[in-house]
C-alpha cells in the first residue's frame, strides 16, 4: 500500500507547484511587457530619425524626382546614430524607386507590399527578422547587411510613410534597420532580475506560508496525539482505560500463544464504595479511587498494567505470569496493599477489595473469554467475602442457557404479565387460624412453563436485577393489600429481602414512599430477611432493619438455625419473627426436636415469635404446639396460591369473615 502525504508535505508540493506556475506567468508577462517597451521604443526611434533627419535633408523636390545631391547622401549617411543603433535606412518613392540606401553594397528590390502599407494606409509594420545572441559585433554602416546578418545580430525592419514637417502628403517610404542586441540585452537583464527578484519574493511567501501550515500541522499533530492518548487513558487516575486494557490483552494473549506462555487477569473492585461516596460525597470518593490507583501502579512490573474499567472497579494484566500460584500470590499482595488505611481530607478510611482472577489459557483460550471469567471469578469472590477466588468452573453461573433466562427475566420484568404473586397461609398452632401470609413470586414462562425460584431469583440477585425484583413484588403485593382494605380485611403479608436489598442506602425510604404511593399502613407489611444476608455486613444491615422497623413494619429472621448468627447479634437486631429452618422441622423425629424448642424457647426469651416452616404432617404439628412454637407454615394446611384462591384458604381455617374476599 501506498504510504499517503503528510498535509504539510502535501502542501508544501501542491504550494511550491503553484507559486512556481505563478512565478513562471508573472516572469513571462513582463518579458512580454519589456519586449512590447523596447519595439515601441525602437519604432519611436526610427519615426523620430525620419521625421527629424531625412525630412531635413531630403527635399520635396528629391522625392518627386527620385534622386538626391551627394552631399545629401553623405550627410544622411554621416549623421545615422553615433552609438550605431540604426544599422540600414532606405528611402524610396511613390514609384518604388531607391532614393537613398546606406548600405551601398546592396541592391534589395523594394518590398512593394510594406511600401504600400507604409505610403498607402500609412499603417505601421515592424517585423523580427533576425535573432540571434549578440557576439560582440558592433555593425557599423559600412557592413552589408548580410555581414550584419552573419554575425546574428537581433534587428527590427520598421517601414513607414513619409510626410516631411506633416506639411504635405506623404511623398515616399522610409525603411529603417535598427540593431535590437542592446535592447535585447538590458530586455534579457531586466527578465532575469525581475525573474531573480520574483523567485526570491515568491520563495519567501512559500517559506512563511510553509512554516506557517508546518507548525499548525505538528501543532493540530501534537493536538491529535495527545487527545488520542487521553482517549486511552482515565482521566481522573491516569491508568489506561478499557479500551486500551483491551488492547494491551489481546496482544498479551497473542504473545503467550506464540510463545506458550502465561497470561494473567485480575478483576477487583472496593468493597462499600458506594456508601463511602453517599455518605462522604463524589470528591472524597474520587480521591480514594486515586490513591488506591496510585498504590496499584506501585507494585506492578513495567510489563503489566493496571487499568481503570470505570467506578470503583480496576484491573491488573500480568504479562507474563508462571503459574496460578504466582497470580495468587500477586492477588495477596494486592490485598496487602488495601489493608494499609487511607487519609482522606483528615478521615481515615479502612476499605477492603473484592478480586477476582483468571488465566490464560488454564481457564480461557481468548481475550474475552479471560475478561468474563475474570469478572466470574470476582462476583464469587465477592459473593462469599473472600477478599480474592481463582476462577473455577463449578462456580460459573454465566453458562449460555442462564444467559439465556436471565435475558427471558428482563422481558419478563418489562412485559408484566408472566409474573405473578401467591401467597402462602400462616396459621396459629392454638387457634388454627390464618394470623398472615408470606408473598411468593412465581414466573410462568411463555415456553418453559413455572420456573422455579430456586432458579430465577439466585439470577437475580447475581446480575443485581433483585432490586427490580423486589420492587416488582412489594408493588403487586401493596396492590392486593389495598383492595383488601378497602374490602374491610387487614391481614399482614412477609416480603423477601436479599443481602442486595439491604445494601441499598435508601432502601427504608423506598419502602416508605411506596407504603405512602399505595396508602397501606407499615405494620401490614413484614419483610423476611435471612441469616446469611444479615453476616455479609452486620453493621450495615443491622442499622438498615433498625429504620424499617421504626416505620412500623416488623421484621423475621428466615432460615434460623443454618447461619452463624451469634446471641448478642440476635439481641441487638430488631427482629420480631424467628423462622426455624425446615430442615430442622422435617427431621425432627431424628434429634432435631431438641434444637427446635431451643430455638423456641430462645425467641421467647427475646420476646419474638417462633414461626416452623415446612410443616407437613399433622403430628409434626401437634408436636410443635407441644414445644410452645407459636405459629406453623406449610402445605399441611395450605400451599401458596394466587390474591383470587385465598378465600378458600380464609374460609377452612376461619379467619375474621372471609365473605369480604369473595366476589
Not at 265 to 293: M, T, W, Y
Not at 443 to 461: C, D, K, Q, T
Given at each position: 500500500m501506498r504510504r499517503r502525504l503528510s498535509l504539510t508535505a502535501t502542501f508544501a508540493a501542491v504550494s511550491l507547484v503553484a507559486l512556481a506556475v505563478l512565478g513562471a506567468a508573472l516572469v513571462a508577462s513582463m518579458a512580454q511587457l519589456l519586449q512590447r517597451q523596447a519595439l515601441e521604443h525602437a519604432v519611436r526611434t526610427a519615426q523620430a530619425y525620419v521625421s527629424a533627419g531625412v525630412g531635413e535633408r531630403v527635399s520635396l523636390a528629391n522625392w518627386q524626382t527620385g534622386q538626391i545631391d551627394p552631399p545629401v547622401v553623405t550627410s544622411l549617411r554621416k549623421n545615422l546614430h553615433p552609438d550605431a543603433t540604426m544599422?540600414?535606412?532606405?528611402?524610396?518613392?511613390?514609384?518604388?524607386?531607391?532614393?537613398?540606401?546606406?548600405?551601398?553594397?546592396?541592391?534589395?528590390?523594394?518590398?512593394?507590399?510594406?511600401?504600400?502599407?507604409?505610403?498607402?494606409?500609412?499603417?505601421?509594420?515592424?517585423?523580427?527578422?533576425?535573432?540571434?545572441?549578440?557576439?560582440?559585433v558592433v555593425p557599423s554602416t559600412s557592413m552589408g547587411l548580410e555581414q550584419v546578418l552573419s554575425v546574428y545580430v537581433p534587428i527590427y525592419d520598421t517601414a513607414m510613410r513619409v510626410d516631411p514637417a506633416a506639411k504635405y502628403q506623404p511623398v515616399g517610404a522610409a525603411e529603417v534597420v535598427l540593431d535590437y542586441s542592446p535592447t535585447l540585452a538590458a530586455t534579457r537583464d531586466a527578465v532575469v532580475t525581475i525573474g531573480i527578484i520574483t523567485i526570491l519574493g515568491l520563495g519567501l511567501v512559500w517559506a512563511l506560508l510553509f512554516r506557517t501550515v508546518h507548525n499548525a500541522s505538528r501543532r493540530l499533530r501534537a493536538s491529535s496525539e495527545e487527545n488520542a492518548?487521553?482517549?486511552?487513558?482515565?482521566?481522573?487516575?491516569?491508568?489506561?482505560?478499557?479500551?486500551?486494557?483491551?488492547?494491551?490483552?489481546?496482544?498479551?494473549?497473542?504473545?503467550?500463544?506464540?510463545?506458550?506462555?502465561?497470561?494473567?487477569?485480575?478483576?477487583?473492585?472496593?468493597?462499600?464504595?458506594?456508601?463511602?461516596?453517599?455518605?462522604?460525597?463524589?470528591?472524597?470518593?474520587?480521591?480514594?479511587?486515586?490513591?488506591?490507583?496510585?498504590?496499584?501502579?506501585?507494585?506492578?512490573r513495567e510489563t503489566d498494567t493496571v487499568a481503570r474499567l470505570g467506578g470503583d472497579e480496576f484491573a491488573i494484566l500480568l504479562k507474563t505470569v508462571r503459574s496460578v500460584a504466582d497470580g495468587v500470590m500477586f492477588a495477596e499482595r494486592v490485598l496487602e496493599v488495601f489493608d494499609a488505611p487511607y487519609e482522606i481530607d483528615g478521615l481515615v478510611l479502612h476499605v477492603e477489595t473484592s478480586i477476582g482472577l483468571a488465566l490464560f489459557p488454564d481457564h480461557a483460550d481468548d481475550m474475552q473469554s479471560l475478561l468474563k471469567l475474570a469478572d466470574v471469578a470476582m462476583y464469587i469472590a465477592k459473593a462469599g467475602r473472600r477478599g480474592m477466588s481463582v476462577y473455577e468452573a463449578d462456580g460459573d453461573t454465566n453458562s449460555p442457557a442462564r444467559l439465556i433466562l436471565l435475558g427471558d427475566l428482563r422481558r419478563a420484568l418489562d412485559s408484566g404479565d408472566q409474573l405473578s404473586v401467591h401467597y402462602q397461609a400462616k396459621l396459629d398452632?392454638?387457634?388454627?387460624?390464618?394470623?398472615?401470609?408470606?408473598?411468593?413470586?412465581?414466573?410462568?414462562?411463555?415456553?418453559?412453563?413455572?420456573?422455579?425460584?430456586?432458579?430465577?431469583?439466585?439470577?437475580?440477585?447475581?446480575?443485581?436485577?433483585?432490586?427490580?425484583?423486589?420492587?416488582?413484588?412489594?408493588?403487586?403485593?401493596?396492590?392486593?393489600?389495598?383492595?383488601?382494605?378497602?374490602?374491610?380485611?387487614?391481614?399482614?403479608v412477609a416480603v423477601n429481602l436479599s443481602a442486595l436489598n439491604l445494601a441499598e442506602p435508601e432502601l427504608d425510604r423506598r419502602i416508605a414512599r411506596l407504603l405512602e404511593e399505595y396508602d397501606v399502613p407499615a405494620r401490614l407489611l413484614e419483610f423476611e430477611i435471612t441469616e446469611s444476608a444479615i453476616m455479609q455486613d452486620p453493621e450495615r444491615a443491622a442499622e438498615t432493619l433498625r429504620r424499617i422497623a421504626a416505620m412500623g413494619s416488623t421484621i423475621a429472621l428466615d432460615d434460623f438455625g443454618i447461619g452463624n448468627t451469634s446471641i448478642s447479634q440476635l439481641r441487638d437486631l430488631p427482629i420480631d419473627t424467628l423462622k426455624i429452618d425446615r430442615s430442622f422441622i422435617s427431621d425432627m423425629t431424628n434429634g432435631n426436636e431438641v434444637l427446635v424448642k431451643v430455638v423456641t424457647d430462645l425467641a421467647h426469651e427475646f420476646s419474638m415469635v417462633a414461626v416452623a416452616e415446612g410443616v407437613e404432617l399433622p403430628e409434626t404439628a401437634e408436636r410443635l404446639r407441644l414445644l410452645g412454637c407459636d405459629i406453623a407454615q406449610g402445605f399441611l394446611y395450605a400451599r401458596p396460591v394466587p390474591a383470587s384462591e385465598l378465600p378458600d384458604v380464609l374460609a377452612t381455617y376461619g379467619m375474621l369473615t372471609p365473605a369480604v374476599l369473595l366476589d
Open positions: 544599422i540600414r535606412l532606405q528611402l524610396w518613392t511613390h514609384d518604388a524607386t531607391n532614393l537613398f540606401d546606406s548600405d551601398a553594397s546592396t541592391d534589395d528590390e523594394p518590398n512593394h507590399a510594406r511600401l504600400a502599407a507604409a505610403t498607402v494606409d500609412g499603417q505601421l509594420s515592424t517585423e523580427l527578422v533576425a535573432s540571434g545572441d549578440f557576439a560582440g492518548r487521553l482517549a486511552l487513558l482515565d482521566p481522573l487516575t491516569g491508568l489506561p482505560n478499557r479500551r486500551l486494557l483491551n488492547e494491551r490483552l489481546e496482544t498479551a494473549v497473542s504473545d503467550a500463544l506464540r510463545d506458550g506462555k502465561h497470561v494473567g487477569l485480575l478483576l477487583l473492585d472496593i468493597d462499600r464504595f458506594k456508601e463511602i461516596n453517599d455518605s462522604l460525597g463524589h470528591d472524597r470518593g474520587d480521591q480514594l479511587l486515586v490513591q488506591a490507583a496510585d498504590r496499584l501502579r506501585a507494585i506492578v398452632l392454638e387457634s388454627k387460624t390464618v394470623v398472615g401470609l408470606e408473598a411468593l413470586l412465581r414466573w410462568n414462562h411463555p415456553l418453559r412453563g413455572m420456573v422455579p425460584p430456586s432458579e430465577f431469583i439466585p439470577l437475580a440477585e447475581q446480575t443485581g436485577l433483585v432490586h427490580t425484583v423486589t420492587d416488582r413484588v412489594m408493588r403487586m403485593v401493596l396492590t392486593q393489600q389495598r383492595a383488601w382494605i378497602d374490602e374491610g380485611l387487614e391481614i399482614p
